[in-house]
């Protein structure tokens, strides 16, 4: 039979929060292991790194520009031919997603033959003043908060911690029993499917977590393990202006400003703290693979959808072109050996959110069709010589919208509303101190003529094939785009 293929999904995780990252305080046992047991991948990137545009490569293979997704914009209809669910459906896999999807209609099956549904807080379905009844938060059928209000009180609802879905900057521990805390959901509600499951044929469970995105708000033990440590000050780099006027660090969902000091700790210790519960939740799904006798016969995939700023240059939450944003964690686990690969090795080549579907197929042996954009990591593996040599990546943001190109060695970006350039070279400078832009002028304009050829018949006219226009306006959705828009 083939092998069973579990995808563990978390959201607004950074790459460099793990230990095997040698990060100097977080924790991660079982990440770390999944590593040991696999390749990590340490050139990962989100070429869209917010939530709806990243996760849409990841289900369908294809790059933003064929999926039309840009730009962060909710309510657009999810109709693609092909999915990576639904190519396993098709070749005989039991398939299955549990928590996050973050898709449109939200119980879009998106190829799944089952979804057990938690998408954490999102603004357009719980606006009881502007939804229809059909679209409200109440008949979409989230299955956590059914299930939470049963066990601790009709009462019970995800705005009762007093936290924002994306406030980056404060934070407190959970107020219920652990037990009740969505990620621990995740991991029973995924538990429950191994006893449930077809035992005839092979499964694909897509296992997605809504932390560490916010609200940060792990359980007591965790956090405890990082309030009281002496924790790493974000880097701000030269290019950075540290004045914040109008005092917008004091915004819990900010994007940019100066944070007071205890406040930004405590929601750095939350952060921290929520990815080690997910790192141990991890380790009880494994254990319980063992359990069913499933875990040395199933490939395991670990990776974040985009990542979290976290302070990095004065900036919060995520979209922006920089590492603590679009750098992900990519870990391929195969702890049967299963694939036979060089256990516990890291790749350093540039990889995407998009490769993702065409290297579990690969893994399945089943045909990639051909909208997809993505190449399988498992060529790299055995040493391919011909993969992609950078990534294109770039987000709708008003006047931050940007464009970014990396090889993993160096990073270009324009801000294409303001024509600001940057360059850094990522090998001496992992953490963008120093923008090399005013300095190393050629190299500079080969990333410029790179981008320009990326560009080149965009219909936003960022570009006549010759050079980039400043103060085009940007889209959030392509018109060429590859899916049906709600009406």
Request: aromatic share 10%; glycine share 6%; proline share 6%.
């Given at each position: 039979?083939?092998?069973?293929?579990?995808?563990?999904?978390?959201?607004?995780?950074?790459?460099?929060?793990?230990?095997?990252?040698?990060?100097?305080?977080?924790?991660?046992?079982?990440?770390?292991?999944?590593?040991?047991q696999g390749i990590r991948f340490s050139n990962a990137y989100a070429a869209t790194p917010t939530c709806v545009p990243a996760r849409a490569s990841i289900m369908t293979g294809m790059s933003q520009t064929?999926?039309?997704?840009?730009?962060?914009?909710?309510?657009?209809?999810?109709?693609?031919?092909?999915?990576?669910?639904?190519?396993?459906?098709?070749?005989?896999?039991?398939?299955?997603?549990?928590?996050?999807?973050?898709?449109?209609?939200?119980?879009?099956?998106?190829?799944?033959?089952?979804?057990?549904?938690?998408?954490?807080?999102?603004?357009?379905?719980?606006?009881?003043?502007?939804?229809?009844?059909?679209?409200?938060?109440?008949?979409?059928?989230?299955?956590?908060?059914?299930?939470?209000?049963?066990?601790?009180?009709?009462?019970?609802?995800?705005?009762?911690?007093?936290?924002?879905?994306?406030?980056?900057?404060?934070?407190?521990?959970?107020?219920?029993?652990?037990?009740?805390?969505?990620?621990?959901?995740?991991?029973?509600?995924?538990?429950?499917?191994?006893?449930?499951?077809?035992?005839?044929?092979?499964?694909?469970?897509?296992?997605?977590?809504?932390?560490?995105?916010?609200?940060?708000?792990?359980?007591?033990?965790?956090?405890?393990?990082?309030?009281?440590?002496?924790?790493?000050?974000?880097?701000?780099?030269?290019?950075?202006?540290?004045?914040?006027?109008?005092?917008?660090?004091?915004?819990p969902v900010t994007l940019k400003g100066n944070v007071p000091d205890q406040r930004f700790k405590r929601a750095q210790a939350a952060y921290y703290a929520l990815i080690t519960q997910i790192d141990y939740?991890?380790?009880?799904?494994?254990?319980?693979?063992?359990?069913?006798?499933?875990?040395?016969?199933?490939?395991?995939?670990?990776?974040?959808?985009?990542?979290?700023?976290?302070?990095?240059?004065?900036?919060?939450?995520?979209?922006?072109?920089?590492?603590?944003?679009?750098?992900?964690?990519?870990?391929?686990?195969?702890?049967?050996?299963?694939?036979?690969?060089?256990?516990?090795?890291?790749?350093?080549?540039?990889?995407?959110?998009?490769?993702?579907?065409?290297?579990?197929?690969?893994?399945?042996?089943?045909?990639?069709?051909?909208?997809?954009?993505?190449?399988?990591?498992?060529?790299?593996?055995?040493?391919?010589?011909?993969?992609?040599?950078?990534?294109?990546?770039?987000?709708?943001?008003?006047?931050?919208?940007?464009?970014?190109?990396?090889?993993?060695?160096?990073?270009?970006?324009?801000?294409?509303?303001?024509?600001?350039?940057?360059?850094?070279?990522?090998?001496?400078?992992?953490?963008?101190?120093?923008?090399?832009?005013?300095?190393?002028?050629?190299?500079?304009?080969?990333?410029?003529?790179?981008?320009?050829?990326?560009?080149?018949?965009?219909?936003?006219?960022?570009?006549?094939?010759?050079?980039?226009?400043?103060?085009?306006?940007?889209?959030?959705?392509?018109?060429?785009?590859?899916?049906?828009?709600?009406?």
């Amino acid at each position: 039979m083939k092998p069973n293929i579990v995808l563990i999904m978390v959201d607004q995780m950074r790459a460099d929060c793990m230990s095997i990252e040698d990060h100097p305080v977080v924790d991660t046992p079982n990440i770390d292991q999944l590593a040991r047991q696999g390749i990590r991948f340490s050139n990962a990137y989100a070429a869209t790194p917010t939530c709806v545009p990243a996760r849409a490569s990841i289900m369908t293979g294809m790059s933003q520009t064929k999926t039309g997704r840009v730009g962060y914009q909710e309510k657009v209809e999810w109709n693609y031919e092909h999915t990576l669910a639904g190519e396993l459906v098709k070749s005989g896999y039991h398939t299955q997603a549990i928590g996050k999807m973050h898709v449109y209609p939200a119980r879009n099956l998106c190829g799944f033959h089952n979804v057990v549904l938690h998408d954490g807080y999102l603004h357009y379905n719980r606006k009881k003043h502007e939804n229809l009844e059909l679209e409200s938060f109440n008949l979409t059928g989230d299955d956590y908060l059914p299930w939470l209000k049963s066990k601790a009180g009709s009462s019970s609802d995800l705005i009762d911690i007093g936290l924002d879905c994306n406030a980056s900057t404060v934070a407190r521990p959970w107020h219920l029993p652990e037990s009740l805390h969505p990620t621990n959901w995740v991991v029973s509600e995924s538990i429950d499917f191994l006893r449930r499951r077809d035992p005839g044929k092979p499964f694909f469970l897509k296992m997605s977590f809504v932390r560490p995105h916010p609200p940060f708000d792990p359980p007591q033990a965790f956090y405890d393990m990082y309030k009281d440590l002496d924790l790493p000050v974000p880097p701000v780099g030269d290019w950075v202006s540290r004045e914040d006027i109008d005092r917008e660090g004091l915004n819990p969902v900010t994007l940019k400003g100066n944070v007071p000091d205890q406040r930004f700790k405590r929601a750095q210790a939350a952060y921290y703290a929520l990815i080690t519960q997910i790192d141990y939740q991890i380790g009880r799904f494994k254990n319980a693979m063992e359990e069913y006798g499933v875990l040395d016969n199933t490939v395991i995939m670990f990776v974040s959808d985009h990542g979290e700023l976290l302070g990095d240059h004065c900036y919060f939450r995520k979209a922006l072109p920089y590492q603590g944003s679009v750098r992900v964690p990519f870990i391929l686990s195969d702890p049967g050996d299963l694939l036979q690969l060089h256990q516990n090795e890291k790749i350093n080549n540039p990889v995407e959110l998009r490769d993702i579907m065409p290297t579990l197929l690969d893994i399945a042996n089943v045909p990639v069709p051909d909208t997809v954009d993505g190449q399988s990591v498992l060529s790299l593996c055995k040493g391919n010589n011909k993969w992609r040599k950078y990534i294109h990546g770039e987000h709708a943001y008003g006047k931050l919208s940007h464009h970014y190109l990396t090889d993993g060695k160096e990073k270009y970006i324009w801000y294409s509303q303001t024509g600001e350039e940057q360059l850094f070279n990522l090998q001496n400078d992992s953490k963008e101190l120093e923008n090399l832009s005013s300095k190393e002028k050629n190299r500079l304009t080969y990333w410029r003529h790179i981008l320009i050829k990326e560009l080149t018949g965009r219909e936003e006219g960022y570009t006549d094939g010759e050079q980039l226009f400043i103060g085009k306006e940007p889209k959030n959705i392509l018109n060429n785009h590859n899916f049906s828009s709600s009406k």
